[in-house]
């Protein structure tokens, strides 16, 4: 498995922060996710129909290594950005030569330092 990033966070500690969290997310690093997801944080996992949710560490944890689990060969980081407690994310990953996969992340910080993560929202469409 091969994940590719940008180089055009460099310059902001928040941007890097954001762009280590989706490498850990697509190597499926158990360790590295859980100290920086909140106790209380809230995933929303959007559908083209529903949207499905998870409370707390734990949940959250297993239903992001539940889609870190997920067959792929390539991925690539397009762009993490940020400003005061958001963040976002967006690139694709990719199992095979016809299956191509954009994602789009958003993420809120539990403070303006950016230790950790209280909510996060998956696009999965």
């Known amino acids: 498995m091969t994940f590719t990033g940008t180089d055009s966070c460099g310059n902001s500690p928040k941007n890097v922060f954001v762009a280590t969290f989706e490498e850990n997310l697509f ?3 158990r360790e590295a ?3 920086v997801i909140a106790d209380d944080c809230v995933l929303h996992i ?3 129909s529903d949207v499905e949710t998870h409370t707390g560490r734990d949940a959250v944890l297993e239903a992001l290594l539940t889609l870190s689990g997920q067959s792929r060969e390539v991925g690539h980081l397009e ?3 940020t400003h005061g407690k958001a963040a976002a994310a967006w ?3 990719q199992a095979e030569a016809d299956d191509l996969r954009h994602f789009s992340h958003t993420m809120w910080f539990t403070t303006h330092k950016a230790q950790d993560f209280g909510q996060i929202r998956i696009f999965q469409v």
């Open 27 to 29: 190597n499926g690093g």
């Open 91 to 93: 690139g694709y990953r």
């Open 33 to 35: 996710l859980n100290e």
């Open 79 to 81: 762009a993490a950005i």
């Open 46 to 48: 959007v559908h083209a």
